[in-house]
């Protein structure tokens, strides 16, 4: 009897169906079932060809999991029992996690930059038309657009939590708030502060008011670029706006390393990544670190800085959170690596000195990192248009089922995609993760 180390609880959390997957470091099959899938704590019995059958103990939650001797063409039969007792037999090939991807029939504006989920609409900043759009995923279509001044090239976007309003940061016209069902738009007031300075990452707390007219604060990075060929910067800081019945700035707050890009917040705290000076350096002219960067946690309630953890030279770019907030993950903008800080005992587990290699391809960066709310993480290497996973929860990078990286062109086109963002969703009933090609201008559909 093969039965799980902890029976009451899964370790194969990101499982949405019954699967089997050639794991290469371990020249094992590994073959699995989600939670709920099987009669808890019952058995299941798996036949591989030129072996006996051998009985899983499912674990109390109804998900199993079974490891043999195999390759990318190995099959099993699985039999088991379902919650309402029905019994059932399949016959179960290895496939590549690969083979889940799906091309939208539906395409993005020009040069689309980030997305956002907002009540089951899909919204799309496309920098090059100007616009913030919103496409159904049933129907895979467009459905309206907010749109910014001419040549503005909108950048970020954040939705105030139960609101039709949000935030919208514009590379070359400052920052605007946004109602999606008016389509209305107003720029912020910087009110007597410094103007905004190539404003890129926004995020919003949502404090009080009503559904219609929140109130809280919302907040936007300013790398404050000021010479190009080399570049350079002036002083980056942080924006604090303060919204309700209107949104100016109320405060302030510089950084301690240049080009601030990236800001997030856990909803008590606020996350900010700074690059530091970032340039595209002979004779490959491809991006380089050339002074050190790190992440500052500020307090919104008093808008103080209250941590910061250096990382070292290597471009600190997008972040997430694990969903229960302890650990921190920073995506390099010059390479293909992640950082990693725990929270809650305020120690960098990997900076620039032992990072977590996403790819060692030469030039490549990190540009997106997503969590979903059972702690999968996906990030994506631009430019070898490739995904990987990892577990949030404990660093463990290519967890099952998910054993190595997903190609976006499998069939080796010598293609670049560039893979910008994405988010986590549900289509058509079914787990994935949508998927944004800035270059191809198109949406993707990776299936679990």
């Known amino acids: 009897m093969f039965g799980p180390d902890t029976p ?16 290469p470091g371990t020249s094992q099959v590994w073959i699995g079932a989600p939670s709920g899938w099987a009669k ?15 009985r899983v103990q499912v674990y ?20 088991w029992t379902d919650t309402a007792g029905t019994g059932h037999s399949e016959i179960v090939m290895v496939t590549n996690a690969s083979e889940g991807l799906e091309l939208f029939e539906g395409e993005a504006g020009l040069y689309p930059n980030r997305m956002i989920m907002k009540d089951e609409m899909l919204w799309v900043v496309n920098s090059g038309d100007d616009a913030l759009t919103s496409y159904d995923l049933a129907t895979e279509t467009e459905q309206s657009s907010i749109t910014t001044p001419l040549f503005s090239n909108p950048w970020e976007v954040d939705f105030i939590d139960g609101s039709s309003m949000g935030f919208l940061t514009t590379l070359f016209a400052g920052v605007y708030c946004f109602d999606s069902v008016t389509g209305l738009t107003s720029e912020v007031a910087v009110n007597g502060f410094r103007d905004f300075a190539s404003p890129n990452g926004v995020v919003t707390i949502r404090t009080g008011g009503t559904d219609e007219s929140p109130s809280g604060t919302c907040w936007v990075a300013n790398p404050n670029p000021v010479g190009y060929f080399p570049t350079t910067f002036g002083q980056g800081f942080i924006s604090r706006i303060e919204f309700g019945e209107t949104a100016n700035v109320s405060s302030e707050i510089n950084t301690l390393w240049l080009n601030p890009q990236h800001v997030i917040t856990d909803g008590e705290l606020v996350y900010v990544s700074c690059s530091g000076t970032i340039d595209f350096m002979p004779p490959d002219y491809k991006a380089v670190a050339l002074d050190r960067g790190g992440v500052h946690v500020i307090d919104p309630d008093t808008s103080q800085i209250i941590k910061s953890y250096d990382l070292g030279i290597c471009g600190p770019g997008a972040m997430a959170l694990s969903p229960d907030g302890r650990y921190l993950y920073i995506g390099s903008g010059v390479e293909g690596s992640i950082f990693r800080i725990d929270l809650e005992e305020e120690v960098v587990l990997n900076n620039a000195s032992n990072p977590i290699v996403i790819s060692d391809f030469p030039g490549t960066y990190i540009p997106f990192i997503e969590v979903s709310d059972n702690g999968l993480l996906a990030c994506a290497s631009f430019n070898t248009d490739t995904i990987r996973f990892m577990d949030s929860r404990t660093g463990e990078l290519d967890p099952f089922p998910f054993f190595g990286e997903i190609e976006l062109h ?3 086109l010598e293609l670049l995609w560039g893979p910008q963002d994405a988010v ?5 009933g079914r787990e994935g993760l949508i998927l944004l090609t800035t270059v191809e201008s198109a949406f993707h559909w990776i299936e679990f």
Do not use: C, M
Request: aromatic share 10%; glycine share 6%; proline share 7%.
């Open 8 to 23: 009451g609880v899964s370790q194969i959390p990101f499982l949405t169906r019954l699967v089997a997957r050639y794991n």
């Open 40 to 54: 808890s704590s019952s058995e299941v019995l798996i036949t591989v060809t030129n072996d006996l059958p051998r």
């Open 60 to 79: 109390q939650d109804g998900s199993f999991i079974y490891k043999f001797p195999g390759d990318e063409n190995s099959t099993a039969e699985v039999e």
């Open 410 to 412: 499998p069939d080796e």
């Open 424 to 428: 986590f969703a549900t289509r058509n």
